[in-house]
């Protein structure tokens, strides 16, 4: 854990840390950190070996997720979707794709990003209603997808669509230059999470052939609920730990070095005292619940779906109350947005609609736990 945790700190703090504040003022995709990361080659931690990446997997998914957001949560999520598209390839791809994709994602040649919401379906992104006709040997898609994290940026999305083969869904690679594929180019104004680029996607007659389909027609929902789902809810779990965690450190550095004329700090206050204590305490469980249940999911232990979805809602809740509680000790000075709290605050709303969103979650949690079929 230490090392890549550690390892992954030093480069947030060297090529992530120096951009954030500009990628949030600016709303805009952190791409110097991202030239860092593919030179680094950190896009290849989830390839196999053989493939000339790093052979890593959930839990250092989690680690490194974490790390980054311990600095910039729009990095890390951005970095996470790359993430969890990329084990969908190395667990469901065709030898020839994962040939013609894994070895440049490893080298920092690929990007990838998730283009699975529509405004139809919202939360619910696995009922997708995009359009598939087939002619010849070509798929045909017509659609929109809402809300794509690092369009333009990413160089192939995966895509959920109902398979016209079969009965179910179909995962699909899609180059953002391919004939017919559009981004509404609207820049992303959100709340929080400002450098997402996230944008709609337009697909209007845009022709595929089968070997960019993930797996069997039809076996995308099985993907999706066994491998991008965990992946994806860690991977959350760990960007919103890391936003507790950068409000945590933050608010403890602003109490200790804001001066009284007496010269006493904010940090002699006891109710401030009490305040860091619950704070750090919310923190560093949200972080080690992450982690511990990213060991669960590595070691395949029988409730690991159990424990990331829990891990998801508790540090969803944790880096809104955190991030609260901070911007009370932070006083007019944090409100006045002197200091970052009030932009993790924003980050941090972010968790609880995200889909799967945290009221569809915990729905999710309670049948899981009662031995119901999710959704
Ligand atoms: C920062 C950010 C980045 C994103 N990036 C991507 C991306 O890269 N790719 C992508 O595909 N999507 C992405 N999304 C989209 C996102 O994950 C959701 O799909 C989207 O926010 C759903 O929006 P909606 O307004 O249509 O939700 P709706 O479906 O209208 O839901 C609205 C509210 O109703 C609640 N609700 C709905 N159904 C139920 C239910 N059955 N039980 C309980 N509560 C329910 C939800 O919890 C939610 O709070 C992103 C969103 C954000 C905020």
Known sequence: MDNIYN????????????????????????????????KERITALLVPKEYGGMGLSLEEHAQTVLAFASTCATTALCYM???????????HGSEELKQKFLPKIANGEI??????????????????????????????????????????????????????????????LVHKDLMGVSYQESNWDGLGMRGNASMPMLLENV?????????????????????????FILGLSAVYSGVALNACNTIIDYAKNRKYPDNTTLSNIPTVQNHISKIYTKATSAKHFTLAAAKSGATGQEDALAQIISAR????????????????????????KRIKIERLLRDA??????APSTDVLSTWLGKALTDQPIP
């Open 7 to 38: 390892k992954m700190l030093e480069f947030a703090k060297k090529h992530i840390e120096p951009y954030t504040t500009d990628v949030d003022k600016n709303a805009t995709f952190p791409k110097e950190s991202f030239d860092a990361l593919k």
């Open 81 to 91: 979707m790359h993430n969890v598209a990329t084990n969908c390839i190395v667990t």
């Open 111 to 172: 990007l990838l990003a998730l283009a699975y919401s529509e405004s139809g379906s919202g939360t619910h992104f696995y009922q997708p209603e995009l359009k598939v006709t087939k002619k010849d040997n070509k798929y045909i898609l017509n659609g929109r997808k809402s809300f794509v994290t690092s369009a333009l940026y990413a160089d192939y999305c995966l895509i959920d669509a109902n398979s016209i083969d079969t009965e179910g869904l179909d995962n699909w």
């Open 207 to 231: 022709q595929i052939g089968s070997e960019y389909r993930l797996g069997e027609a039809g076996s995308a929902e099985e993907q999706i609920f066994n491998t991008v789902g965990p992946f």
């Open 313 to 336: 809602l508790n540090a969803s809740e944790v880096a809104v109350d955190v991030c609260t509680l901070a911007m009370k000790i932070g006083g007019g000075t944090a409100y006045a």
């Open 349 to 354: 709303f972010a968790a609880q609609v995200m």
